[in-house]
């Protein structure tokens, strides 16, 4: 009997690691890049076309799992549990998904705090334009439509190749990016796209030359382009209000093992070929996007009166009151102090009453003091932090300010001695009058 009781345990340990199958490998907030990626790819040789961008994903920890995009079997959530992390589609032909998985499915999957990894190509399908569209990026709707350059483009020792740009104009941002700067320009080959001016969080990474425009390669021009110069983004990146952060580019050729190890030489450039900057790219941007870089997280906001060290439950109009918060940056493998001095604090009651920038102490601790205002009500502490690369944060602590008790003001007011001065003198002369007035004859 023992030993089938010890049995039936057993199963029910294997069904329920069946029915969770990717729990330990979910987000999670104290060690932001232990994830699972799903993989979503138009055909399965992409993953040895493609290997070089996935084993450098493989190499810094990520499990990832590879899937037809139209796979009967695809599902990114299970039993109100998101089963990855990161999706990655690389199928811009794809008319549907496989499984549950759709539009909807793939906009939630972003709102609940995932991140995304979007190519297209030149053939992109309407149902990866729609997705690119919900994101605030709006790729060329001409028919074919690639971005060409006469100006920008890389040639080989024999030809030229207009439809492959070389690309250079990087956002300045060494948290997307990486401190190390990329020397020899991107290659790109696919479709240019825009960003929808009403959404304020989608960024150009990668931008095409002032000499570039976007148009059906084959035919000649009877138009002109609907996209052109340094309008056209190539590369696109979106950190949402939630810090899910997603990655748009308009050509799947860029993650490829071929462009990644290309020679790179620009038209009218002399210099000796050098290897291109694909590798570097695309691997130092899916740092970022993976929360390698740039993810931050505040803890331990303390607030006291100066000179004492326990949080009190309410400060009196006019004290001196300190306050600090601790603020760390995932390094990709721990948490280390994140250096600014840009952080603020707001004392405010409808509108901010105090406006403090944080000292740092170099090692995550801000702190500044400042005097309570001369009003009471209930003022909350706020930290609104949102700077270009790095996840946002919002913090809020409440507390009540009084006036003075009655038997807490001063007893005697310097600035009312006059007043004090005149009633005296005033009972003094009163005395003195009538006792001349009683008593002279």
Known sequence: MAGSKSSDIFLLILNLLSIFPFQSFSFSPDRPTDRRILVLLDDLS?????????????????????????????AVKRYGQ?????????????????????????????????????????????????????????FDEGPISMVIDHSSYAVSETEGDHTLIAADDFIQSDVILGTKKIEAPVLFKG??????PENGLVLKVLSASASAYSANPSTKLSSPPSLIGTAISLVSVVQARNNARILI????????NRLFRSGVQKAGNLNKYVKSGNEQFVIELSKWIFHERGHLKSVNIKHNKVGET?????????????????????????WVPHVAN????????????????????QKGKYHTSFKVPDVYGVFPFKIEYQRLGYTSFSLSKQIPVRAFRHNEYERFIVTAFPYYGASFSMMAGFFIFSFIYFYHK
């Not at 479709?191 to 929808?196: A, D, Q």
């Not at 580019?249 to 490829?256: K, Y």
Request: proline share 3%; glycine share 8%; charged share 20%.
């Open 342 to 361: 840009d952080v603020q604090v707001q004392f405010y009651m409808m509108s901010p009453y105090v406006l403090k920038t944080l000292s740092t102490d």
């Open 82 to 138: 998101y089963l990855y992390d990161g999706l990655v589609i690389f199928s811009p032909s794809i008319d549907g998904f496989g499984g549950s998985l759709d539009v909807e499915g793939v906009l939630d999957f972003v709102d609940s705090g995932h991140d995304l990894i979007l190519a297209a190509d030149s053939n992109a399908s309407d149902l990866i334009r729609n997705i690119a569209a919900e994101c605030g990026v709006d």
């Open 310 to 334: 326990e949080e009190p439950q309410t400060y009196r109009i006019n004290d001196n009151l300190e306050f600090s918060v601790e603020i760390f940056e995932w390094s990709g493998t721990s």
């Open 46 to 74: 992409l993953k040895s076309s493609h290997s070089l961008f996935f084993s450098s994903l493989q190499s810094r920890g990520y499990d990832v799992d590879f899937k037809l995009a139209d796979d009967p079997t695809i």
């Open 191 to 196: 479709i240019g796209h825009s960003l929808n």
């Open 249 to 256: 580019s308009g050509s799947l050729n860029l993650f490829s």
